[in-house]
Nanobody, 123 residues
Framework: QVQLVESGGGLVQAGGSLTLSCAASGRTFSSVAMGWFRQAPGKERGLVTAISRSGASTYYADSVKGRFTISRDNAKNTVYLQMNSLKPEDTAVYYC????????????????WGQGTQVTVSS
């Protein structure tokens, strides 16, 4: 089992920045790959970014490349999402998730999910 708790969401103006954190517990953190997903109102949840167990490999959706950065600190059991140059279309509930199957972009490979944190970007 892996328990995940996100924090750091909030309201920010377009062009601003936010950093989300996801604290994990219950399993050796370095044994799971991590991902950040988001779901906007009326839309399906989709993958934003993912990071491998060691942090050596990352994946970004085209919509966030160059603006978002995922990182992890295995000593602190935490994964981060640094979001810069935020746009109104980034408004969504952001979820972190853990995969026991390794580095993957497939949503169904993620078995454990946090409760989500709201990010709202005003224009």
């Amino acid at each position: 089992q892996v328990q995940l708790v996100e924090s750091g969401g909030g309201l920010v103006q377009a062009g601003g920045s936010l950093t989300l954190s996801c604290a994990a517990s219950g399993r050796t953190f370095s044994s799971v790959a991590m991902g950040w997903f988001r779901q906007a109102p009326g839309k399906e949840r989709g993958l934003v970014t993912a990071i491998s167990r060691s942090g050596a490999s990352t994946y970004y959706a085209d919509s966030v490349k160059g603006r978002f950065t995922i990182s992890r600190d295995n000593a602190k059991n935490t994964v981060y999402l640094q979001m810069n140059s935020l746009k109104p279309e980034d408004t969504a509930v952001y979820y972190c998730a853990a995969s026991l199957l390794g580095f993957t972009s497939r949503q169904y490979d993620y078995s454990y999910w946090g409760q989500g944190t709201q990010v709202t970007v005003s224009s």
